[in-house]
């Protein structure tokens, strides 16, 4: 399930013919913190505001991690759950190693 959700998120930009209208109503405090932030990043509110929403809900979609299984898969599924394998030597040295972002 989640492989289309990424194709779809990656060929859909947001860019394009803009016909669609959100409308939104706020406090005036939450107005300002929008038009600060999006100041401070050099961009009208509606952008900020509709980049800010986009993102969060690309997160969201692509956060899900659902599966289905059926009766026989999942009793194995819970069974290696419950009876993790030992690491292999190989596994804790890999496990040990500096990861490449802190090299």
Same mark, same amino acid.
């Given at each position: 399930m989640s492989q289309p959700v990424r194709s779809d998120l #990656? @060929?859909?930009s947001g860019r394009g013919r803009k016909d669609d209208v959100i409308q939104i109503r706020t406090t005036a405090e939450t107005k300002a913190i929008l038009g600060r932030a999006a100041t401070l990043r050099g961009q009208k509110l509606s952008?900020?505001?509709?980049?800010?929403? &986009?993102? @969060?809900?690309?997160?969201?979609?692509?956060?899900? #991690?659902v599966f289905f299984l059926d009766a026989k898969d999942h009793e194995k599924f819970v069974a290696m759950l419950?009876?993790?394998?030992?690491?292999?030597?190989?596994?804790?040295? #890999?496990? &040990?190693?500096k990861p490449p972002w802190e090299r």
């Open positions: #990656r @060929r859909s952008e900020f505001m509709l980049e800010s929403a &986009r993102r @969060r809900a690309e997160e969201t979609i692509l956060d899900q #991690r419950d009876n993790p394998t030992m690491p292999t030597k190989e596994m804790r040295a #890999r496990m &040990r190693r």
